[in-house]
């Protein structure tokens, strides 16, 4: 899942977003053989205070309500020198129910949910028009609870499992196959 090794940080308070088309590992190393996606963020301006605030709420059919809050604030500090933070916070409802043990015996209803939260510190200095120094601090946090996808055809263990390191009395026992279960929006997970 390629998806779930790329960066899911808040976009919030950005310039613009840049494609460059692949190969790009000469400047953006070897991940990047067939392009790039850059995320270009507003920067702070030494000639003006501006602050933004962004609420959202949602609800989701079969699954939980989800909600979030975004926000930025440009301080200028005299006439060469600005800060600006950025911070978001968003809960995801889940819809994913998963069974877990063998046989699917435990049932988590919603259990993809995700809370994310996260900002960043941003500091200009322009000693003159052909000097501009930039600092830049992210830090994101980010937690899932569950599985973030599932499988809509049965799920489980089709042949039996011999146990072979453990505590004696387990070595050598074999565990049953087991069907999991199936269906929409359902994950099983032999835990």
Not at 78 to 90: C, H, I, K, S
Not at 174 to 188: C, Q, S
Request: aromatic share 8%; net charge negative.
């Amino acid at each position: 899942d390629g998806g779930g090794r790329t960066p899911d940080t808040g976009a919030y308070d950005i310039a613009r977003v840049e494609i460059l088309k692949g190969p790009q590992g000469t400047l953006f190393g070897a991940s990047s053989m067939s392009g790039t996606l850059r995320i270009i963020s507003n920067k702070p301006d030494p000639s003006a205070f501006d602050a933004d605030v962004s609420l959202r709420a949602d609800t989701l059919q079969d699954g939980e309500n989800g909600y979030g809050a975004n926000g930025m604030v440009n301080i200028p500090l005299g006439g060469t020198f600005a800060l600006r933070g950025v911070g978001w916070y968003e809960e995801r409802g889940g819809f994913i129910d998963e069974y877990v043990g063998l046989n699917a015996v435990t049932k988590i209803e919603d259990a993809n949910e995700v809370e994310r939260v996260g900002g960043r510190i941003m500091a200009r200095w322009q000693p003159s028009d052909n000097v501009t120094i930039d600092g830049y601090y992210l830090h994101q946090e980010f937690d899932d609870d569950g599985p973030q996808g599932y499988s809509d055809v049965l799920t489980g263990n089709s042949v039996p499992v011999t146990i072979v390191a453990g505590p004696p009395d387990f070595v050598g026992q074999v565990i049953p196959p087991f069907a999991g279960v199936a269906g929409d929006r359902v994950m099983t997970a032999p835990v």
